[in-house]
């Protein structure tokens, strides 16, 4: 039956092996939620179906659960009223184990094919998914739908066709014949054996459930690995769906359903810790707090961690042909899902006296009030900005842009509460961005949503220095950099390799540095304190599976 | 000129793409010290190269240090009296961030071509790093020649293989075309640049120093990072000879020689330590002791640490068609070396009740006297013996054989002091064998040493599953069994993959347990605790490097 599964995704699993290597452009995700891609009744489906889910127990079947958690409130302010059962870590762990033993002796293929058939059939739910990302993350509905859908399962797509390249380099079984002079050849078989870690755990994020959850999910799961996902008590939802889609192929595979659990639970427990610091628990993914990461990777001595913490992404402006349009491309990374991106911009260098544009010399004013225009320019009309800057997730995100504004420091753009047209309780905010000098303290952390700051720095050599030392220091997933100088491009790109963060120089048009592509573009470059790993390259899945082999003379 | 290495060694590194690909045997290092592989001179050229290196300070120029350091005493007897630049942690991190600056932008094709070229060199310096490695481990001089010389190299060309495999696979630069319906395309283009971590740390061990530490110091190296070499007290000279070729070849090749650099210093002191928590330095590899790996694990977070430990490693015996077979390969696999090799077996599980042959049943007692006899034909003429045995390394391994006989057990083999017909003073020892109960706490560590125990079991199925839980618990790098029972060997190898350990079956001829192959058998699996990589695969290069990315609209 999992041979089955295998068979029938197969040829999507070469071109996507094919697309990794090429690293062009390729998606088997339409990522347009049009008809055409989904089916004429898709979109009315997946809306009727989230609608059916809200004030329910949430139907998964977990044979282990003693009672039942939930509590998720819609950014776009309403209870979404679901309960999903709640299993104790030693049930999970003890559940995992059982499950282990028949699903560790299936093999990559199995594995690989299980994997395939739960992403296929998590995109034909992928509106459904939308509605649950929206009303958990606050995304807007048409980037829960892209991020929370096909992107994510492209993220998932691409940690299994890494997983599936890296195990099957390995030959199942060979003949070993080494020389002997005249004498007869020594001849052995060796048979090599794909063998799990274990239990693997999925620590999921309120912001991405699905995109950051499935690259660690789907590499464990698709190496033989039993996975615990462990939704954020805020998202659990678009996970929920996720394990129970997992289940019911598990279970049509022949395989117990609890290869792969969810661990839902009260929000403020210890049950991400506990499960943590199990001896079972080979793997963990990440995505979350840097605190939390880092409690992970010290403590969690007996895992493999993959983690992605907090960063402190920035931009560097040098020059531009057109001011108005670098304005208008970042005014966008702000303003995309309230800044709540870990892609997303905060720091700005443009030097004080000003940039090199085609219509000559722009100050630093100027600079700092094309960004305010095109944030005014792009958020004026309420009903079109929420579509782009979704809700503030968590009120404390909603509450550290007055801490910001608290600094004190000169307003380029202030932060407004928008009314959504929709849904009146919506926690809406657009960007609030800041002025600053280089050496404020301000600058060397994150602040998380929709803040950013317009730094001044002495001079684009300064402003590659303070970029180059922060990423060092604080980490980043994103650099951008506008520049029409060739040696400045140069120079920024080689201080982006040294302190290892991926770089965008000049986007003006419709691309955004909060994006990446999968198969294409690296997230993260696990090279510097925002992210131990990369998604996804073969260093994120080839320890997550070890090789045994066995040998005997023939 | 870097180019040019490359290019020297470009066939030798596609054969072995496809070695490694296809896991057959394959070496391009002749493992016979015969003339017609090494030329009529070699032999008496390398020894003549050794004899002058004694008594004096070693030609190593390591502009920043700021004495010497020395000591070496053979195992066989003698001082080396040979002195080396000792650099002091500071200066070693300083002159390696220097040479970092202009090797991490050379790239992989120079990286990897300096490699090949420094193991080319090494390799034509095979008699002499044999001598070396003799007088420093106690190996004798076969095993010192082809362990300490081709199979060494082998490993490092395996290293350098994976790490240009897995480098080569990110294209250096695409363009990226995403289709927008009826309007143009999207277009970028995107670079995709190796860097390398930093700064790379080898600790080295006294009893395998090149073949233990080439694969790490070349996997670093062919991935470009720079190299601090840490060579044991005891067994400095292979390594300061390697790192004298590496920093010829970097010179010749235009970089600063400080790319590697050797860091031999005193006994007891804290280089090591001192070297680990640098901030600077980012992967470890190390062989050594439990305490020490695990203190490396614990401490240096900063760092990517890889290690090889200790380990106990087992035998079951369920049935064999010829007792004597088997006791002549194990007998041989315990003297090797005086059983100074991380793979050699300790713990050899039989059945109270005794075994299954073709000449019948076999007591306990017989298997134990059948090995007893086989160490006595194997060893009885002390000058051949010592070919096979060597000599003891360390005084403290000489002790140990004391404190096993002081446990009182009853005696399969008492170990024997032989006189070495050359050495008069070398510390030869013959294996001590004893007979223990399963229960026994004394089999629940490593003997490191020639110290074995015949372990009586209740059933081969009681023997698998300590074999399981002792693999589990302490680590094992090697678990062989002899059985005629299909069903018996299909139930130790599904042990052998639960607990992670490679598998050798009913060796009898000329291949032993202790012995791997490069291209072909994985030595260690990561899987269990005695190492946490495997050597080579993917997991053990794919980390020591990242991938930057700039895109930009064309």
């Known amino acids: 039956m999992s041979q089955d599964f295998f068979e029938r995704h197969q040829a999507v699993l070469e071109q996507a092996q094919r697309a990794a290597a090429e690293r062009g452009y390729w998606s088997p995700h339409a990522e347009s939620p049009s008809p055409r891609n989904y089916g004429e009744t898709a979109a009315a489906d997946g809306q009727a179906a989230f609608e059916a889910l809200r004030g329910k127990p949430f139907p ?4 282990l659960a003693d009672g039942s958690v939930g509590g998720e409130v819609s950014p776009f302010g309403f209870a979404l009223d679901i309960t999903y059962p709640r299993v104790r870590p030693d049930a999970l762990i003890q559940a995992g184990t059982r ?6 002796r299936a093999g990559p293929r199995a594995w690989v094919g299980v994997s395939l058939e739960i992403l296929h059939r998590v995109n034909r739910r992928s509106f459904e998914i939308a509605h649950a990302v929206q009303h958990t993350t606050g995304q807007g509905f048409m980037m829960a739908f892209q991020a929370g859908g096909p992107h994510a399962q492209d993220r998932g797509l691409e940690a299994v066709t890494y997983a599936w390249q890296e195990m099957s380099r390995v030959p199942g079984s060979v003949i070993w014949e080494k020389p002997q002079g005249k004498n007869d050849p020594i001849r052995m078989e060796k048979r090599f054996t794909i063998t799990p870690r274990g239990i693997a755990l999925v620590i999921g994020c309120s912001t991405f459930p699905t995109w950051n959850g499935y690259p660690g999910l789907f590499a464990s799961l698709a190496t033989g690995n039993v996975v615990i996902v462990k939704p954020h008590p805020g998202a659990i939802l678009p996970l929920a769906i996720t394990v129970q889609v997992a289940r019911e192929v598990l279970a ?13 639970h009260e929000a403020g427990d210890d049950t991400a810790q506990d499960l943590a610091l199990r001896p079972e628990v080979k793997i963990i993914d990440f995505t979350g707090s840097t605190a939390n990461g880092d409690w992970l990777e010290a403590n969690a001595r007996q895992a493999l961690v993959y983690t992605e913490k907090a960063g402190v992404n920035q931009v560097i402006i040098d020059s531009a042909p057109d001011l108005k349009g670098v304005a208008r491309n970042l005014a966008f990374s702000l ?17 004080r006296d000003g940039i090199r544009t085609a219509e000559g010399q722009a100050s630093f004013d100027d600079v700092a009030a094309a960004l305010g225009t095109a944030l005014e320019k792009l958020l004026g009309d309420p009903a079109k900005a929420v579509e782009v800057t979704g809700a503030v997730q968590s009120e404390a995100t909603a509450a550290r842009i007055e801490k910001a504004r608290a600094l004190g420091l000169p307003i380029v753009a202030d932060s407004r509460e928008l009314q959504h047209p ?11 961005v800041l002025r600053a000098d280089a050496g404020n303290d301000a600058l060397r952390q994150e602040w998380f949503g929709p803040i950013a700051f317009v730094v001044a720095t002495d001079s684009t050599e300064h402003s590659v220095e303070l970029a180059r030392e922060s990423v060092r220091q604080h980490g980043a997933l994103t650099l951008a950099a506008y520049t029409t100088d060739d040696d400045v491009a140069a120079r920024v790109q080689d201080a982006a390799e040294v302190a290892g963060v991926s770089l965008s120089l000049n986007l003006t048009g419709a691309v955004f540095v909060n994006q990446t592509a999968a198969f294409s573009d690296f997230h993260g470059t696990g090279a510097n304190p925002a992210a131990n790993a990369a998604l996804s390259d073969a260093a994120f899945v080839a320890n997550r599976f070890r090789v045994v082999q066995t040998r005997w003379h023939v």
Chains 1, 2 share one sequence.
Do not use: H
Not at 60 to 63: G, K, V, W, Y
Not at 99 to 104: D, H, P, Q, V
Not at 336 to 350: H, K, R
Not at 422 to 432: D, E, G, N, S, Y
């Open 422 to 432: 929709q849904f009146a309780q919506a926690r809406v905010r657009t960007p609030l």
């Open 252 to 264: 049509e595979a022949g395989f117990d359903p609890d290869v792969v659990q969810l661990a839902a």
């Open 60 to 63: 998964l079947d977990l044979p």
């Open 335 to 351: 303003a995309l899902y309230s800044g709540q991106m870990c892609t997303a911009p905060q720091n700005i260098y443009v030097p």
């Open 99 to 104: 499950a282990l033993e028949k699903w560790r």
